[in-house]
Every structure is written in C-alpha cells, then in structure tokens.
C-alpha cells in the first residue's frame, strides 16, 4: 500500500516545498494542479520561502535518478513544457551536480567493482574536475601511458538502494492505476515499470553497458551515419573508453556555425534510429540530447566566430550511453514495419488487420469502428511536418482508442514508443520541415522485401540445415519418450476412469440411501401419528433412529 511508502512520500512533499515548485506553474493555465499548488505551500518548509532560480533542476536532482531521469524525457518536450521549464532541464543532461572526486577515485580504485588498481597505474593523467554529470554516473577525462585519451565513467556511490526504494512507489501507483484505469492496464502498466525496473538497474552495471557499446560499435563499423567510440576497460562501477570531439545535438546553433546541413543531419539521425530498429534489432531507447552527440572539430577550437570547417567527411552522430536499449521479436519487428508502412500508405483496414493477425485487440471486436477511430487520429500526421506533429498527443489517443476498444499493446513495443517520442523532440529542435514519412517509408519497404525475399529465407534455411539435420538424432528418443508419455497417459486416464466410475458408483448407493431414510422417516412418522397409547413413542423413536442411521452412513 501507499502507506507503507509514507516515507518517501513526506521526503518528496518536503523537496516540492523546499524549492517551492508551486511557484514554477501557472495554476491559471493549469488549474488542475491548484490542489497540489495548496498542499506544497501548506508545509512548514515553504514558509517563508519564494521563487527561486532553477528551482526544479535542484529539486529532481535531490529527489533521486527516478525523477532524473523524467526530467530528462520532458526536457525534449518543448511543445508541453514552458520555455523557461525547458531551460531547466536541459541541465539535467549533462549538468547534475557532480558527487566528490575522491569518491569517484575510490570507485576506479576498488578491487571488486572498480579497475583493482591505483589511479598512477591505470592514467598517465586524470583529472579531478568532472567532465559532465549525469543522473547514473559521472565523466572525468584522464589520459592512458600510451599517450590515448580516455573518459572515465564512474557510477554514482550508494544510488541502488534508492532506486528500488522508488520503484517499489511506483510499482504501488501503477497497482493503484491499473486496478481503477483501463488505459492502464490496456498498455500493461505494471509490466513497464517493472520492466523499466530491470533496466535501471541493468544501468548501473557497466559491463553491461560496456557490451552494448560494443555490439553497437560492431554494427555500425565504418558507417557514414555514425561513429561509437571504442571501450578499452570496464568493471561494474567503471568505464574506460576513448575520448571523442563532439557538441550535444540541441547546440543547433553551434552546427549553423560550423555549416553543417541541419536537413542532412535530421535525415541522418532518423535513418540511423529505422537502422537500429529493423536492420540490427538493437536501438538507443535512452536518446535525450544529453546522450546524441554530433561530430565536430576539437572542442577547445570552438567558438562564437569561427567560420565553418571541414572534417574531411560528412559530419556524423556519436552513440554514447548505451546503457538502456531495446530490441523486438522478430514478430514484433515485422508487425511494427507493416503497420507503419500500412499507415504512410493511408491503408487503416491493413492497419486493422495487422493488429488483429497480432492478437492485440479481442475477436469480438467492432474492427470498423477501431479502422475509423484510427483513420480519424492518425490520418491527420500524414500531411504534416514534424514541427507540427504532437507525437505524444497522437500517442495519448492512440491509448485512448486502445482502452476504448480493449486492445493490449505488448509492454516491449511502449519502450519503443518512448523512443519515438526523443527522437520526435531532437527532429523538432534540429530541423522541423523535416518530412519523416518520405524518408521512412523507402527504408520500411526495402526491408519487408528483404524479410520476405524467398532467396533470403532459402539462405536461412541452408544455414539452419545442418543444426537441423543433427537434431534428428534426437528424433528416436522423442518418439520413444512421446510414447512412453501416451502409455503413462493412457495408464493415468484409466486409474481416472476407475475413479470416476467409483465415484458415480458413491453417488447412486448415497442418493439410494438418502430414498430410504426419506420414505423410512415419512412412514415411521405417519404411524407414530395414528396410532394412540404407549405405541406413538416408539415409532418417533424409529423415526429419528432412521435419519441417525443415514447420517452416520
């Protein structure tokens, strides 16, 4: 219950009122929040205190990652959260205040966790001021003996606990809204966080996010679109990797300066996110401007003035903290690609078709009016540009139409929706013109055709052969086992079949006995009636020893 979280739940309401976040919002364009408004001016540590300056940036960051980590979704949102909100948490990307470098040093040096040896051992040089700080870990820069430089990820001390503590709210809140809304449990709320639960945790592991650097480093080896820097050590609170020359992708201005093409800088970041989705099944699901980076000269280079530069090649993303990624069924894979592409080509009936194939919305389902709801709610997307698209308002009807029409949307498939909504809000600060759908629907098509090219699956199934041809060694095992299941079977449905007929057997000699005890009792009963003197005791008597007798038996 909520209760059993009272705790945190005072602690929250102490930060709100610390900071005084009701002086953040205007209740007249939001007076919904008039009540929260009240009740955070109602605690004592409000009293006395007025608006303050970055107010909200302060209050997540002590809050804890949870809320961090929210912070960071909504500083993309430009078209929900005020301007001057915004320019708060945009500094949560990048800008959270930094824990003590003697703590960080303690970490690298730890012999369970961290790298095992001394910091003069591993660096040749490292810098005690933080590069940046984030809501998981911070960056400090350092340089190896052979002259490489490195940045050093060290994870924040002592934040597991509070990150379970949190989740445990949350999972009561999402209890709390899937038993009363059905959105909620249309959308498989209390399987999110849980699955989001795991995959903070998974964050604060290193080596896992070391293998996913990896991986996406491998993917995308000598590509024109993006460029994912090498690990060269890992433990589980500690990262070394190679150091990069880049700008955050919501330092648009910088890239005007620098004259790069904001248009083929869009088109590149969408083409690599449809990239990681379907081409390799393994796509950034953490893409806040603090974590996609863009290629530049080196930084110390940069200024105000500067005339534009030349890389010697077009300027590519940089994929940094990999920590959080998705990946699809291939199932899913092909189902989301179909109703997309289903939906670029204004065909709602395939779009409803595909759904139903996928076993996301019941049978009795009225189709028709699920076919106009859509039309009706996505339609409109397909003639406009991204700067007018409200990709998360679009995604709230689409929730809406779920509950209406009982549909379920599997739990992997929101975490790809949540990164559609980053990738919505870097395509909106970057260029907004851009037309997304021209550029998605070449590279959906091109796809299904490769999924669905005879050629490609003859290829599979040659590669598969021989696995296949040693599995059926195993084939007279199984059928000696699959009969030996049907004897076992058989021999279990006769033992059943014997008590079910001991049973019926049971039944007719009660109800038997229940006759006689009826018509027993009845004629004993009739007699005691007429006859008179000393003989109408004794028939009550048989009477009642006829229903003792049926109850004992």
Not at 22 to 40: G, K, N, V, W, Y
Request: hydrophobic content about 50%.
């Amino acid at each position: 219950m909520l209760l059993s979280h009272r705790a945190r739940l005072l602690e929250l309401w102490r930060i709100a009122a610390m900071y005084r976040l009701d002086t953040h919002f205007s209740i007249e364009e939001a007076p919904q929040l008039q009540p929260l408004a009240r009740l955070i001016r109602m605690h004592p540590a409000a009293w006395g205190k007025k608006h303050q300056p970055n107010a909200i940036k302060y209050a997540l960051e002590d809050m804890g990652t949870l809320f961090l980590k929210l912070g960071q979704l909504l500083s993309t949102r430009r078209d929900l959260v005020p301007p001057e909100i915004i320019a708060q948490l945009i500094q949560l990307q990048d800008k959270v205040k930094p824990f003590d470098a003697d703590i960080a040093v303690a970490q690298i040096q730890h012999s369970k966790h961290g790298l095992g040896q001394s910091i003069e051992t591993l660096f040749a040089r490292f810098d005690i001021k933080p590069l940046a700080a984030a809501s998981i870990a911070q960056v400090h820069t350092a340089a190896l003996h052979d002259g490489r430089e490195v940045v050093v990820k060290v994870v924040r001390p002592d934040i597991r606990t509070v990150i379970v503590s949190d989740f445990e709210l949350l999972r009561e809140l999402a209890s709390w809204a899937s038993a009363r809304i059905e959105a909620a449990r249309a959308v498989h709320i209390i399987d999110i966080v849980e699955d989001y639960r795991q995959v903070m945790l998974n964050e604060l592991d290193l080596t896992l996010e070391a293998d996913n650097i990896t991986q996406m480093r491998n993917n995308f080896l000598g590509s024109a679109l993006m460029y994912v820097p090498e690990v060269y050590d890992a433990a589980k609170n500690v990262m070394v990797m190679e150091r990069i020359q880049g700008v955050p992708i919501s330092q648009v201005e910088m890239f005007d300066q620098l004259g790069y093409d904001r248009a083929a800088l869009a088109e590149k970041g969408l083409t690599i996110f449809f990239t990681q989705v379907f081409r390799d099944n393994f796509f950034h699901a953490d893409m806040h401007p603090g974590n996609v980076f863009v290629e530049t000269p080196p930084v110390q280079t940069l200024h105000a003035g500067m005339a534009a530069v030349d890389l010697g090649h077009e300027p590519r993303y940089i994929g940094l903290d990999c920590a959080i990624m998705g990946t699809l069924s291939k199932d899913d894979q092909l189902i989301v690609a179909r109703m997309l592409l289903a939906v670029m080509n204004n065909n709602f009936t395939a779009v409803v078709d595909i759904v139903s194939r996928a076993g996301w919305i019941p049978p009795n389902a009225d189709k028709h009016a699920l076919m106009r709801d859509m039309k009706r709610t996505v339609g409109p997307m397909l003639q406009k540009s991204i700067d007018d698209i409200d990709f998360a308002g679009v995604l709230m009807q689409i929730l809406d139409i779920a509950r209406r029409h009982h549909m379920s949307i599997p739990p992997q498939l929101m975490l790809l929706l949540k990164t559609l909504v980053h990738v919505e809000g870097l395509g909106r600060d970057l260029y907004p013109d851009l037309d997304i759908w021209s550029l998605a629907k070449p590279i959906l098509s091109s796809w299904i055709k490769e999924q669905l090219d005879p050629m490609r699956n003859l290829q599979q199934l040659r590669q598969q052969l021989p696995e296949m041809l040693l599995s059926t060694t195993d084939i007279p095992k199984l059928l000696d086992q699959g009969l030996q299941s049907l004897a076992s079977q058989g021999s279990r449905q006769d033992s059943q079949l014997r008590e079910i007929q001991q049973i019926r057997a049971d039944m007719l000699n009660d109800r038997r006995r229940d006759w006689l005890a009826l018509a027993g009792f009845a004629i004993f009963i009739a007699i005691a009636t007429q006859v008179i003197g000393w003989l109408s005791p004794i028939f009550y008597i048989l009477a009642v020893l006829v229903v003792v007798w049926r109850i004992l038996t």
